[in-house]
């Protein structure tokens, strides 16, 4: 073993629109990632939640060190475009997420850095400059301490709705440098539920299995449409910045999630919010909370990224001197709670690299009474949307109630 580092972000929904072509080159990839990244995590049964847009800014940040072959493969893999047009739109698109007016969003970047290593200055004014962040010196070696500092620090960003990111195990005297970005969103619905009208219902796991959930009604006018191709309703509910919005996609049969997602891989899910139209829609949705942890190795490796975490890995532009170093670990946990008032939603993605339209007028019926894919989008300035959070509901967990 040799050196290793440690990228750590953590990420919630915000607002995005379009600036100039080096933003729109990112949010283009981020939106094709999203559709590789949900393909391969969907696949597990139960829930699934992650925040696309968390894990692909510590790979940009990451990518900015990479050299040769290596980054090649975060181009290709990820299409993104040369360096300093991804710095340059994550620039563009932290400046906006900082400035999202009528929601709680938090965004920032840290990074911590070994006391026996120093950063590149190419390196060090591309996160400080473009990704906004800040620079501070740990002792690795010292791995409880250095893991309470970093673990501290996310908890704050993400009103300790993430806790326990990195592990004491993760860090050593061979560490290097760990990255962090945290990025939290609370919102209010545009059109909120009345608790009054929640009950007690039942949500079918198939076609005869049903455990009971907290369902939450509403009848008002949103943006809606049935694609025949998706075999799937899909519904969009804004928040009080409508820029942002929770959209549903909720097949027609019960059983229908697998088909449905099988469908959704061929999909460009920036557009999935083209062709709808305002209708009274009578929704039916459940109250959920969803925690996960998921380890984004297996899933990077078969996107195209296996080579960071090779000992063939080149990412000799991120500190001086010429230790080889090699990603080891990608790890995200991710939080979301939706109930009567709005949506609360975290995430976090540590990487650790070591040495080596009009429509009809009448009344729809949205009722999301079996699994569902749902998207936490925003509004981009061309009608396209991007996927900051993707997620199937599958499996309630225990229902929640009120408190008291």
Not at 56 to 62: K, P, Q
Not at 132 to 139: C, D, G, K, M
Not at 311 to 316: E, P, Y
Not at 337 to 365: D, F, L
Request: hydrophobic content about 40%.
């Amino acid at each position: 073993m040799g050196t290793k580092i440690v990228f750590t972000l953590l990420s919630a929904l915000v607002a995005i629109t379009m600036g100039d072509n080096s933003e729109l080159q990112v949010l283009q990839s981020n939106g094709q990632f999203t559709n590789k990244l949900y393909k391969i995590l969907s696949e597990k049964e139960g829930n699934v939640f992650f925040s696309p847009i968390s894990a692909h800014t510590v790979l940009s940040m990451s990518y900015l060190g990479a050299e040769g072959t290596t980054k090649e493969a975060y181009v290709k893999s990820l299409a993104l475009p040369d360096k300093e047009s991804t710095a340059n739109g994550y620039q563009q698109i932290s400046s906006k997420l900082n400035n999202a007016p009528n929601i709680t969003l938090y965004m920032a970047n840290k990074v911590y850095v070994a006391n026996v290593a120093k950063l590149k200055e190419s390196f060090s004014k591309a996160v400080v400059e473009k990704f906004n962040s800040e620079v501070q010196t740990v002792n690795f070696g010292a791995n409880v301490e250095a893991a309470k500092t970093i673990n501290s620090w996310v908890e704050q960003k993400t009103v300790n709705k993430i806790k326990n990111l990195i592990s004491p195990d993760d860090l050593d005297a061979l560490t290097r440098l760990v990255l962090v970005n945290a990025i939290y969103f609370k919102g209010s619905w545009h059109r909120k539920f009345q608790k009054s009208d929640t009950r007690t219902e039942p949500f079918y796991l198939n076609e005869k299995d049903t455990i009971d959930v907290q369902m939450m009604h509403i009848e008002k006018s949103f943006r809606f449409k049935h694609d025949d191709n998706l075999k799937a309703k899909v519904l969009e509910m804004p928040y009080s910045n409508q820029e942002f919005s929770m959209v549903i996609i909720l097949p027609d049969e019960r059983d229908g999630i697998k088909d449905l997602e099988a469908k959704l891989e061929k999909v460009d899910l920036t557009k999935i919010t083209e062709d709808m139209y305002p209708s009274d829609v009578n929704v039916a949705l459940p109250k959920f909370k969803i925690e996960t942890t998921v380890n984004l190795n297996e899933a990077l490796d078969k996107i195209g990224l296996g080579e960071i975490f090779s000992n063939g890995a080149n990412f000799s532009e991120i500190l001086e001197g010429n230790e080889p170093l090699a990603v080891s670990k990608v790890i995200q946990k991710a939080f979301i709670e939706v109930n009567e008032e709005g949506a609360e939603a975290a995430a976090a993605t540590g990487m650790r690299i070591i040495k080596k339209k009009a429509g009809p007028t009448h009344k729809k019926s949205m009722v999301c009474d079996h699994p569902f894919a749902h998207l936490l989008c925003v509004k981009n300035v061309d009608g396209s949307s991007s996927v900051l959070f993707a997620g199937k509901f599958a499996l309630p967990p225990p229902q929640i109630q009120d408190e008291p």
